[in-house]
């Protein structure tokens, strides 16, 4: 969960750097470095501890300049977030790498480098790369030849970018299960862990595949796959806009991607609809033929689109009466699950980078399944190469580390997946027609919930000084309110959880008191009467609730003790989406009354590409 940034051209490359790795920043932000090689063939190290603005400010102070250049900025997985960690790492100060990923045979690496004489300065992993390229380079042969043969020797995955003082105007790069890009200019060439690092030079790139080296210099590149041999990988243009990475008149990323999600939604689902009905082959050519065996569901995800699966598992099951199974990747691809036959494996990730998932992709390829169908926004990604079926959620880069507009994205793509299996299953059009038109409505009823913000403002005023919070749901709401939990402790740090609020009674309601704030989800739906019950509960307990809740629930739970927080209502299929929307609001604001980093939040990151 590292971002890199490398460079070869006829300008100094520092700041093209320093940007890219403030663009891939959502990364990674616990320490940062860069490498160039100056005129006069030496390497010029910079690292700090801290975000791209301290190693920026670093800089300015001792400034370095040079052609050929690496940079990262790192998410600590083997060592503390310091300056002896942070990369890029150097053998002899003649070769320099970063990586990101996770060498898992990185310690007998180093017991047998120590062996030969070779010292180490840091805690990573990643230090035993360099050393492995120095030996390899001082039995004669080229860089690329060195990578290549380095990269035999690891166990795990990693993208990496190296340069050495022997070759100016070099840069090598390889990947294997972490993603790496090449960036294509004129007299100039780029790597970088995603397209948005390099957006600023260029719109043109190479998507590297499992195994494959790529050599870059000023004026060419050239791509070796994993037996060596010279490949030749598409050209792609990419559709993100330099503008689409900058926060414009927002505070925050993460409140400028709140009110993009209109919008995003929109997207999402232009051109895949009509008046009444979901089009025809937006999952592909030939989708429909398998989507017609489908007998039942199996849904991979993590974290926040692990949420969009619940909530799938519920339209699934309920309006296209097909059998859905839905799990934690992590949890999914180290057991021996029983594949039923006619089973759709459907994979959900926003970067389609994702570690576990994209693992459980490949484990379930191979269990049997009809076929593999992923979610994912973003065209190029291994998720997106290594599926039959690919639907794009077209949210836009998404750079708050909190996922917001990626989460609702997920939600109108997988409604159309329900809508077409739903169909293919004998369900009657006029059934579908209606909630057709609900899903068609979203983007509108989005942006009524947004004028909610100066009300939620002021409401998360009640949560500055509290240290837990209960989230409660029934039905299809609760995996919403697993959601809002999530973000309120992604971001301000307070510890919520979420529960189907008929589980109180069964232990949490032990914790409930005066300083508990309840937050509950509360749509007009047939399990109303029964969340009514359970509130009752928390209230003769002393509790604090907020209650989240239509136009029609409202009316039946006016004049109630706690606040209550009058919701649009856009129809019962697309209400979990909708109330989604002032939940992630609540975190926004109580972090930022808290003084949180609410884009870069303590100890995570946005794109987990290790395990």
């Avoid at 030849?145 to 990269?151: G, I, N, P």
């Avoid at 972490?178 to 060439?189: D, F, I, K, R, T």
């Avoid at 895949?272 to 999952?283: C, K, Q, T, Y």
């Avoid at 050519?285 to 969009?308: P, Y």
């Amino acid at each position: 969960m590292c971002g890199i940034v490398a460079a070869a051209a006829q300008r100094d490359v520092v700041p093209i750097l320093i940007a890219g790795l403030k663009a891939l920043e959502y990364r990674g932000y616990d320490s940062a470095g860069l490498c160039v090689l100056d005129g006069d063939r030496a390497l010029e190290r910079l690292r700090t501890q801290g975000k791209v603005r301290e190693l920026e400010t670093l800089w300015h102070a001792h400034p370095v300049h040079g052609d050929t250049g690496i940079a990262h900025t790192r998410w600590a997985t083997h060592g503390a977030p310091n300056e002896s960690n942070a990369h890029p790492h150097w053998s002899h100060e003649t070769v320099a790498v970063v990586h990101n990923g996770i060498i898992e045979n990185h310690a007998a690496l180093r017991a047998e480098l120590r062996a030969q004489g070779y010292q180490f300065d840091s805690q990573t992993d990643t230090e035993v790369i360099a050393h492995l390229i120095h030996r390899e380079m001082a039995r004669g042969v080229n860089l690329r030849e060195a990578v290549s043969a380095a990269t035999r020797q690891l166990h795990g995955a990693y993208a990496i970018a190296a340069i050495s003082r022997e070759e100016p105007g070099h840069v090598v790069g390889a990947r294997r299960g972490s993603p790496l890009c090449v960036g294509l200019g004129a007299g100039e060439h780029f790597l970088g862990s995603d397209a948005q690092a390099l957006i600023q030079v260029t719109r043109r790139f190479v998507y590297l595949e499992e195994g494959d080296v790529v050599e870059v210099r000023r004026e060419s590149m050239q791509v070796y796959d994993a037996e060596g041999n010279a490949v030749t990988r598409a050209v792609l243009t990419s559709e993100f806009s330099a503008d689409a990475v900058e926060r414009g008149e927002y505070r925050h990323y993460m409140l400028k991607e709140i009110h993009e999600q209109p919008t995003a939604v929109a997207n999402t689902l232009e051109g895949r609809i009509s008046e009444d009905r979901v089009l025809p082959n937006i999952f592909g050519v030939d989708a429909e033929a398998l989507l017609r065996r489908v007998r039942r569901v199996q849904i991979v995800a993590c974290g926040t689109s692990f949420h969009a699966g619940l909530v799938a598992r519920y339209w699934m099951e309920d309006i296209a009466g097909i059998p859905c199974s839905v799990e934690v990747a992590s949890e999914y691809r180290y057991r021996h699950a029983v594949v039923a036959p006619d089973t759709l494996f459907v994979a959900i990730s926003q970067s389609g980078e994702t570690a576990d998932t994209l693992a459980a992709l490949r484990e379930g390829k191979q269990r049997g399944y009809l076929g593999a169908l992923s979610i994912c926004n973003v065209p190029e990604s291994s998720l997106v190469r290594e599926s039959d079926l690919v639907l794009m959620t077209r949210a836009g880069p998404e750079i708050g580390v909190a996922s917001t507009k990626a989460f609702t994205t997920q939600l109108a793509a997988l409604a159309l997946l329900v809508l077409e299996l739903a169909r293919l299953n004998g369900v009657p059009q006029e059934q579908l027609s209606r909630r057709v038109a609900q899903l068609a409505g979203l983007p509108r009823v989005l942006g009524e919930a947004l004028s909610l913000n100066a009300e939620i403002a002021r409401l998360a005023e009640q949560f500055v000084h509290k240290h837990h919070a209960l989230f409660l749901g029934r039905g299809v709401q609760y995996p919403v309110a697993m959601e809002g939990a999530l973000k309120l402790k992604e971001i301000s740090y307070i510890h919520a959880e979420a529960y189907p609020a008929g589980e109180l009674k069964h232990g949490p309601l032990a914790l409930v008191d005066e300083d508990m704030p309840v937050v509950a989800v509360a749509p007009n739906n047939q399990l109303l009467e029964k969340l009514k019950s359970n509130l009752e509960e928390v209230r003769a307990r002393g509790g604090e609730l907020f209650v989240f809740a239509d136009e029609t629930a409202a009316s039946t739970l006016h004049g109630s003790r706690g606040h209550l927080i009058r919701v649009p209502d856009g129809g019962g299929f697309i209400a979990p989406a909708v109330f989604t929307v002032p939940l992630q609001l609540l975190a926004y604001h109580v972090a930022v009354l808290r003084g949180t980093d609410v884009d870069q939040p303590r100890n995570l990151a946005k794109s987990v590409t290790v395990e």
